[in-house]
C-alpha cells in the first residue's frame, strides 16, 4: 500500500508529539514585568542611599513621608499603603515608628471619629522639603542618560501601562474615586 504526503504528515505529527521536546524557556532579561520589578528595586536603592544614610529612614518610612509630603490632606494608612503598594503592615511598622520619632502625627477624621489619618509634623515636613529636591536631582542623575524627548516617551508610555491596568495615577484621582 502506498504511503501517502498526509499519512506521512500524520505518522510524523505523532512521533514529534510522543517525543519529548525541549520546551521554550522564558528568557528573564526579556520578560518585562520582570525588567520593571528589577528596574524599580534598583532605583528605589539608588534613591533609598540619600535618606537612608543621611537620615536613618527605611523605604517604607520614606514612602510613608513622601506620600503625605505630597498631599494637601491628611491620609489613611491604607491610602499609603494602596496608594504605595506596600504591604499594610509594613507601613504599620513604618507609622510606629515615624510617630516615636515625631515626624508624623495623627488627626482625628472629621467624617469617621474612629478613624485616625495621618499627616507630617513641622519637623516631618522640614525633612521633607529637605529630601525632595535632593531626590529629584537624584532622579535625574538616574535619568541622565536619556535624552529629554526620551523622558517624555518613557512618561507617555508608564503612563499608558499604569492606564491598562487601571492604577489611579494622581492624589486627585485618588481623591475623586474615593479609592483609598
Known amino acids: 500500500?502506498?504511503?501517502?504526503?498526509?499519512?506521512?504528515?500524520?505518522?510524523?505529527?505523532?512521533?514529534?508529539?510522543?517525543?519529548?521536546?525541549?520546551?521554550?524557556?522564558?528568557?528573564?532579561?526579556?520578560?518585562?514585568?520582570?525588567?520593571?520589578?528589577?528596574?524599580?528595586?534598583?532605583?528605589?536603592?539608588?534613591?533609598?542611599?540619600?535618606?537612608?544614610?543621611?537620615?536613618?529612614?527605611?523605604?517604607?518610612?520614606?514612602?510613608?513621608?513622601?506620600?503625605?509630603?505630597?498631599?494637601?490632606?491628611?491620609?489613611?494608612?491604607?491610602?499609603?499603603?494602596?496608594?504605595?503598594?506596600?504591604?499594610?503592615?509594613?507601613?504599620?511598622?513604618?507609622?510606629?515608628?515615624?510617630?516615636?520619632?515625631?515626624?508624623?502625627?495623627?488627626v482625628e477624621n472629621e467624617a469617621d471619629r474612629r478613624e485616625f489619618r495621618l499627616q507630617l509634623t513641622k519637623k516631618g515636613r522640614a525633612l521633607y522639603e529637605e529630601l525632595f529636591p535632593q531626590l529629584l536631582r537624584r532622579e535625574d542623575e538616574i535619568l541622565a542618560c536619556l535624552s529629554p524627548q526620551e523622558r517624555k516617551q518613557l512618561s507617555v508610555l508608564l503612563s499608558k501601562i499604569e492606564q491598562s491596568l487601571d492604577l489611579i495615577q494622581t492624589s486627585e484621582e485618588a481623591d475623586a474615586k474615593q479609592a483609598y
Not at 20 to 46: G, I
Open 1 to 106: 500500500m502506498a504511503r501517502t504526503s498526509s499519512d506521512i504528515a500524520l505518522k510524523t505529527r505523532q512521533a514529534d508529539e510522543a517525543s519529548p521536546r525541549p520546551k521554550a524557556r522564558l528568557d528573564l532579561f526579556k520578560f518585562v514585568p520582570f525588567r520593571l520589578n528589577r528596574l524599580a528595586a534598583e532605583v528605589s536603592s539608588a534613591l533609598a542611599v540619600e535618606y537612608q544614610e543621611r537620615h536613618g529612614l527605611d523605604i517604607p518610612a520614606w514612602r510613608v513621608i513622601a506620600t503625605l509630603g505630597f498631599r494637601n490632606d491628611a491620609c489613611s494608612a491604607q491610602y499609603i499603603s494602596q496608594c504605595t503598594r506596600t504591604h499594610k503592615s509594613t507601613i504599620s511598622r513604618a507609622v510606629t515608628t515615624l510617630l516615636n520619632e515625631g515626624l508624623i502625627e495623627r
